[in-house]
């Protein structure tokens, strides 16, 4: 296999990608009283609390319409929040990949690159659990079906490749380095506030717009933000960049991945 095809990674092992998504979704609820609902109840906490600070004491607004109110803003962030947190649990889960699977590196013939894979898939799941709320409060609060909730799954596509670019890359690493997971929370960190998830990108002052119009993750919410709210699909040159963005980074994680695989059993 060609280490830069990654498709040919989910051609060849999708049965067993398939069996290790379900065990994972499945494990991350096991013994829970709530299940499912954990995914909804934690960001909808969030929501109020963010919304509470920054749309109600700082009084912030995206300017998407001349009567956005508090809810609208509250909408507008728990946008953002998803999309954050689908690339944020993947980032988070993927250095200590490898190393919970220490029996399966012994294995000559198994594939670990799918480990990334799963965690892509899990999140996404996740994902499409959390956007319910968020439908549900546009047609509770503005009294309307946005057409444009469908573009959030379309723009997510390019946010998962980069997600597994990143996984690969950082499962790896993380096999050498054990130092990744301690330093990805503060990264994170600042990833959230240099997204425009908490503001509009025309808010930023004017020497930071050029630094967050290369962010991937800030030009994906501010695109999913005008479908919700303008019911206005991405731009086909910037939306085609940040695919092309996505496959580059997804085929050249694979590669580093499968190049690094070899040496995983010396180290565990």
């Known amino acids: 296999m060609k280490s830069w095809n990654f498709i040919e990674v989910f051609w060849k092992h999708w049965s067993l990608i398939d069996q290790f998504l379900r065990r994972d979704i499945a494990g991350r609820y096991k013994g829970t009283t709530l299940g499912p609902f954990l995914s909804l109840l ?28 508090v809810f609208d803003f509250g909408l507008g962030l ?21 190393l919970q699977y220490p029996n ?10 799918i480990f990334p894979i799963t965690a892509v898939g899990a999140a996404l799941f996740h994902y499409v659990i959390a956007s319910i709320p968020l439908l549900i409060g546009f047609v509770i ?6 057409f444009g909730f469908i573009w959030l799954f379309v723009i997510s596509l390019p ?7 990143a996984s690969w ?23 959230m506030f240099g997204s425009a998830i908490f503001y509009p990108i ?32 991405p731009g086909l040159f910037g939306f085609s960049m940040l695919v092309l963005f996505g496959v580059l980074l997804a085929a ?13 059993a010396d180290v565990i």
């Open 169 to 191: 890359i950082l499962s790896a690493l993380g096999v050498f380095v054990r130092d990744i997971s301690a330093l990805l929370p503060p990264a994170l960190t600042v990833l």
């Open 202 to 233: 025309n808010a930023a002052p004017t020497f930071a717009r050029p630094f967050l119009a290369l962010n991937p993750l800030a030009l994906l919410v501010d695109c999913a933000r005008q479908a919700l709210f303008l019911d206005r699909p």
């Open 104 to 113: 399966y590196v012994k294995k000559v013939v198994f594939p670990l690159e």
């Open 159 to 165: 946010l998962a490749l980069i997600a597994l670019g």
């Open 141 to 146: 609060i503005d009294h309307r079906f946005p």
């Open 78 to 98: 728990f946008c953002g929040l998803n999309l954050f947190n689908f690339l944020s649990e993947v980032v988070t889960r993927s250095p200590n990949l490898i």
């Open 42 to 69: 934690v960001p909808v906490l969030m929501l109020m609390i963010y919304t509470f600070v920054f749309g109600q004491i700082f009084n912030s607004r995206f300017g998407y319409s001349a009567k956005e109110g």
């Open 252 to 264: 050249a994680g694979c590669a580093f991945f499968l190049k690094a695989k070899p040496a995983f």
